[in-house]
């Protein structure tokens, strides 16, 4: 199957020692089996180092008591990388911030805005809607519904600057019946502060959600380079209809989550916190876009 990704992709690079939010921090890192079976034919050394540091089933790296990879050297670096090389990755450190979807038109590969640099570059990118060939991958198609042309609908609408913004939102919505303001912000915020977070402060940052935020133009760019991936993530690999309206609707909250929250600091932090909090939690993921199925 042809590999596909978004334009963008091709600019990021992990910055390693330069994150200020790095993923080898606060993270519970798994193992896999192909990592496990290398590090279990190491001898002596730092080969013995890895092997002690690997606890649990499934199997992960423990965090030291300040929540670090044991693998994170004082500089943000990573050891294993440093001496042993990038092939002896286990699969989550070399594939974050990535992700994969199957669609109609072969796999696609996207980037997590968990990322900070990941999220630099996909609300800085206008070209979030121009798909290119990066390679092949094993796969099958297992549905005859077209998510991908339906997102391109969306994307059509979306990135019409020559309508306000707030109306390509009332656009979308409108063509697909759904929409954030299928809860009334109090019923949305009662959801929210039961969701469950990594940060306990995010509770309270959430708890600031309302569908009619009416954020400044100056961040309206950014909120539909956000919106854009939200839906390139989740409803992209849809197998009907009713599944694509449950994550369009999903991820217009996201959206509008996003702008509620947009003023209490920059938007690139935000968004980070968002994904991280949301996204990387199937169990609130869960929860939301259970509130868009009819």
């Given at each position: 199957m042809t590999l596909r990704a978004p334009k963008y992709y091709l600019d990021f690079a992990c910055i390693a020692?330069?994150?200020?939010?790095?993923?080898?921090?606060?993270?519970?890192?798994?193992v896999d089996d192909a990592a496990r079976r290398k590090y279990s034919a190491l001898r002596g050394g730092y080969g013995e180092e890895i092997k002690k540091s690997i606890?649990?089933?499934?199997?992960?790296?423990?965090?030291?008591?300040?929540?670090?990879?044991?693998?994170?050297?004082e500089?943000?670096?990573?050891?294993?990388?440093?001496?042993?090389?990038?092939?002896?990755?286990?699969?989550?450190?070399?594939?974050?911030?990535?992700?994969?979807?199957?669609?109609?038109?072969?796999?696609?590969?996207?980037?997590?805005?968990?990322?900070e640099e990941a999220c630099r570059i996909l609300l800085s990118s206008d070209d979030y809607a121009e798909m290119i060939?990066?390679?092949?991958?094993?796969?099958?198609?297992?549905?005859?519904?077209?998510?991908?042309?339906?997102r391109e609908k969306v994307y059509e609408i979306l990135s019409d600057r020559n309508i306000p913004y707030a109306e390509r939102l009332r656009a979308i919505a409108e063509k697909y019946g759904t929409a954030p303001e299928k809860l009334s912000d109090?019923?949305?915020?009662?959801?929210?502060?039961?969701?469950?977070?990594?940060?306990?402060?995010?509770?309270?940052?959430?708890?600031?959600?309302?569908?009619?935020?009416?954020?400044?133009?100056?961040?309206?760019?950014?909120?539909?380079?956000?919106?854009?991936y939200f839906i390139y993530r989740h409803a992209s690999p849809a197998e009907n209809a009713e599944e694509f309206r449950a994550a369009l609707g999903f991820s217009l909250f996201c959206e509008r989550l996003l702008a509620s929250i947009a003023t209490k600091s920059t938007i690139l932090d935000r968004a980070r916190i968002l994904s991280e909090e949301i996204e990387y939690s199937e169990d609130n993921t869960d929860a939301i876009k259970t509130e868009f199925w009819f």
């Amino acid at each position: 199957m042809t590999l596909r990704a978004p334009k963008y992709y091709l600019d990021f690079a992990c910055i390693a020692d330069r994150c200020k939010h790095s993923c080898c921090i606060g993270w519970e890192i798994d193992v896999d089996d192909a990592a496990r079976r290398k590090y279990s034919a190491l001898r002596g050394g730092y080969g013995e180092e890895i092997k002690k540091s690997i606890c649990g089933n499934p199997p992960h790296f423990a965090l030291r008591e300040d929540d670090r990879c044991p693998h994170l050297d004082e500089h943000g670096l990573c050891r294993i990388i440093r001496e042993l090389g990038e092939d002896y990755l286990c699969d989550i450190c070399r594939e974050h911030p990535r992700f994969y979807n199957s669609t109609t038109r072969g796999r696609e590969v996207g980037l997590g805005i968990s990322c900070e640099e990941a999220c630099r570059i996909l609300l800085s990118s206008d070209d979030y809607a121009e798909m290119i060939e990066i390679g092949e991958e094993d796969g099958e198609i297992f549905t005859d519904f077209d998510a991908v042309t339906e997102r391109e609908k969306v994307y059509e609408i979306l990135s019409d600057r020559n309508i306000p913004y707030a109306e390509r939102l009332r656009a979308i919505a409108e063509k697909y019946g759904t929409a954030p303001e299928k809860l009334s912000d109090e019923e949305w915020k009662e959801l929210i502060s039961d969701l469950e977070y990594l940060d306990e402060s995010h509770r309270e940052l959430f708890s600031c959600y309302s569908s009619k935020t009416e954020p400044s133009p100056e961040i309206e760019p950014e909120l539909e380079r956000a919106l854009a991936y939200f839906i390139y993530r989740h409803a992209s690999p849809a197998e009907n209809a009713e599944e694509f309206r449950a994550a369009l609707g999903f991820s217009l909250f996201c959206e509008r989550l996003l702008a509620s929250i947009a003023t209490k600091s920059t938007i690139l932090d935000r968004a980070r916190i968002l994904s991280e909090e949301i996204e990387y939690s199937e169990d609130n993921t869960d929860a939301i876009k259970t509130e868009f199925w009819f």
